[in-house]
């Protein structure tokens, strides 16, 4: 099996031992990202007892491959300075013999996952918004919901399923949503998608169809979901952004409006009650539609959670929801409920027949329906509050002049930064092994907003074992 | 909840109790089924006693419901002959009240697994082909491979995952297939699907973005597949069919050709060995790719498997599997094996992050190596192969004229039927409550091939309990 890391916020792909060796592969791997770009000239490069830590190999692995890589000229190493990449590195023929088939491959693109072409890797220690705790999964409670649902399963549960979901969990998730979350949601309009991203997609190729040709979309925001409606066929304007968050006056001939009305991503702060407002008259006014991305609408913590826009309006919004934050985005497991005037297009343009697992859906119905989500969401929701606090606590202490902001709801906070300090800090947060990501990557090419500096810290992302040492790495880094 | 049922051959859906009452319910249901034509005039009606055994319900119900649905003029009861649709029904007009929004929907188009708008229902008998049994599905099996899998999958598992799917699943497929198949296989050129449907379309995509314009596809196939290739723009002629299965000598300018090699779907013959080098050599001539659909190649009865005709040039053949047969279609996994050349693209094309469900992955890759997916396969095909052999002995002796054929290999037999009785036998079984597809179903539009009457008998799709009553119900039509 191979392994990968992203010590340097790259993904280096170490294959198994019985290929080469680990020596042959880390150097292999190495060689590849100096020569592609992806470790540029100057980078210093970790330690080799930090580096063979985070790999869980021998530290003289390391330390081997380094030499022969500065004996090669790829790398350099200086008294002081330790080991970094050689400013000019050999010509690519004399790297030919050691050339991988995926080593041309492009680095990964930006996203809310950081979704990796290759196996996910672990970094040392990662910042990155938009994936829970994974070690918190409730694994023992999903296996007993899996072994209960199955056991009542009739058998034809297990064929070709409705394209719009096992209606076990649309019944489900209808009455989680209306007492959750204020949706008004019946079975027959909901759909039940393989996460966010497919719906989407979907929704997208379906307005396309219908002669949209426009989705407004937030100044700050994911890139690939921006690309997604640009795949199907439709442009995305960036909409203002101002103190009180997305301004959606300003939208045009656009045919809808892509929003994260209840906990702005990644600014953190929810919709004003004005702009709801807004929003929804523009809708009924122009036949327009809202999308609403409610994708940690569970997570908040100093009062009751913003409800859902979806409540003003069921017949002009359309609510997407997933079981990505709240449990894992391994599940691919993500709901729509639709106006009643598009849930059988929608439904028909997901596929002729359902295309996600039923044994996930089966256990996520039994899941909802037993109170396991319920627990399981409260228990989460207190352990991201104490790490919540920790954090703001942490930046308040050491890095007097970090303002964090956005922190009343969800899994990551938006640490502003002194003006001109963004780039050097995520730089330096790269060095020590730390993945994280700076404001600027979520901003739309588009946008009118002023650049701000800024960290989006995504702390429900590390472990429980690891978020001291990640807490630390972050105070280490911030100006 | 809402149940459904197809004795009819259509599907009924009846709603709750609480909205209104059974019998409410299954009049409403009656009503639009007879408005809009999806129950025929003249239809015979099954007896109130058998309606109310499938459906789970008081025989009174069912029979006060006839009763009133008589007297509204929609049925008409006789002695000696039963309750039957009436020769000229209500207007719509009179039926408006009981209109419900999904009446006017389409009746399920066609397709392997005739699959259904709404909640799949269970047709008295089904002999409908594409499904194995589902209540032989190895539930304790794959719970006990579930657990194991998620007491051992590393945390970081259940997040964001690559694109071609888990790497232990795509390890244990490449060597399973390797071994059981004869396909030539890397883990890094499996990419996991959601079955061969999303497959289908994602490589359809690929083709049609490299300037394919044309799949050349077999004389007897699924017209869901043709569409799916149509939707990506690609043009869907027939191969001609003869005494030796499908001819691919006449490919003209076809980019690619969709085959299903070790046994053709519904034909259930092996593809003859001329033919399989025949379709190579002309890949390889012209740079065109040969797309194998391997949907049940695990169960071959009399000799060993035909192996996989990836095996004989895998850069030039892109082999497709599924659990769909050899498990159940409601797991929604399957798998590619694609020219290194393709993997790439192809895995681009599913996406950015994977999108077929980690847990069920796990469990299949555990299922593979510990042994349970050979145990499974083989104590399947010892029943399949009973059931066939039960099937050719009723047949054979209680419908002399009508010949067993394609009987080698697979979960579905076809029965050659004297000419001119392929649609009488149909419409018979379907008043018996039968579901039964007759060989017509699957020719395609364009075929040049002599029209056959026959009946496509899926012999693996009832569960063993139901699977004498079925195949008495078969014999009593056949002619």
Not at 83 to 101: D, F, H, L, N, W
Not at 413 to 437: D, S
Not at 450 to 461: H, K, N, R
Request: net charge positive; aromatic share 6%; proline share 8%.
């Amino acid at each position: 099996m191979a392994r990968s890391w992203a010590t340097l916020g790259v993904d280096l792909h170490l294959e198994p031992a019985g290929s080469g060796g680990l020596r042959r592969g880390l150097t292999d791997a190495l060689r590849d990202a100096v020569r592609t770009g992806r470790l540029a000239p100057g980078t210093r490069l970790p330690s080799s007892r930090s580096l063979a830590a985070d790999l869980g190999i021998a530290r003289n692995t390391v330390a081997e491959t380094y030499a022969g890589l500065v004996a090669e000229g790829w790398l350099t190493a200086r008294q002081g300075s330790g080991t970094q990449v050689a400013m000019r590195v050999p010509s690519a023929s004399s790297a030919s013999s050691a050339q991988r088939g995926r080593a041309g491959a492009p680095p990964s693109g930006p996203g809310l996952a950081a979704p990796r072409r290759r196996e996910p890797g672990r970094p040392a220690h990662s910042l990155v918004p938009g994936i829970p705790d994974l070690a918190a999964f409730p694994r023992a409670e999903w296996l007993k919901a899996a072994r209960r649902a199955l056991a009542t399963a009739p058998f034809h549960a297990l064929g070709y399923g409705d394209p719009r979901g096992y209606l076990e969990l649309r019944t489900a998730l209808a009455g989680y949503l209306a007492r959750a979350r204020g949706v008004h949601a019946d079975p027959e309009t909901v759909v039940i998608t393989a996460g966010f991203s497919h719906g989407l997609g979907i929704l997208g190729r379906v307005l396309r169809g219908r002669g949209v040709r426009t989705v407004a979309v937030e100044s700050y925001g994911l890139d690939a979901y921006r690309r997604l409606l640009q795949d199907a066929g439709l442009a995305t304007p960036a909409l203002p952004y101002d103190e009180l968050g997305t301004n959606p006056m300003e939208l045009g001939d656009a045919g809808a409006v892509l929003l994260t009305p209840a906990h702005q991503f990644p600014m953190g702060v929810p919709l004003h009650p004005d702009r709801r407002a807004a929003v929804v008259d523009w809708a009924r006014r122009t036949g327009g539609l809202v999308l609403e991305d409610d994708y940690d609408g569970e997570f908040r913590y100093d009062r009751q959670p913003v409800g859902a826009l979806q409540g003003l309006d069921p017949d002009r919004v359309v609510y997407f929801g997933t079981a990505s934050k709240s449990l894992a985005p391994g599940l691919r497991l993500g709901w729509m409920v639709l106006p009643p005037s598009l849930a059988e297009e929608v439904a028909s343009a997901k596929g002729r027949i359902d295309t996600v697992g039923v044994m996930e859906q089966l256990t996520l119905a039994e899941f909802i329906t037993s109170g396991a989500y319920d627990r399981h969401v409260r228990s989460a929701r207190l352990r991201y509050r104490r790490r919540r606090d920790a954090l703001t606590a942490a930046v308040t202490e050491r890095a007097p002049e970090v303002r964090v902001t956005g922190i009343a709801a969800g899994l990551h906070a938006v640490l502003r930064l002194p003006p001109g300090t963004e780039q050097p800090v995520v730089q330096a947060a790269v060095w020590q092994g730390l993945a994280l990501h700076g404001l600027s990557f979520y901003r739309h090419p588009q946008s009118g907003a002023e650049p701000q500096d800024a960290l989006v810290v995504g702390y429900g992302t590390p472990p429980d074992s690891a978020w001291a040492g990640t807490l630390e790495a972050l105070c280490r880094v911030l100006p």
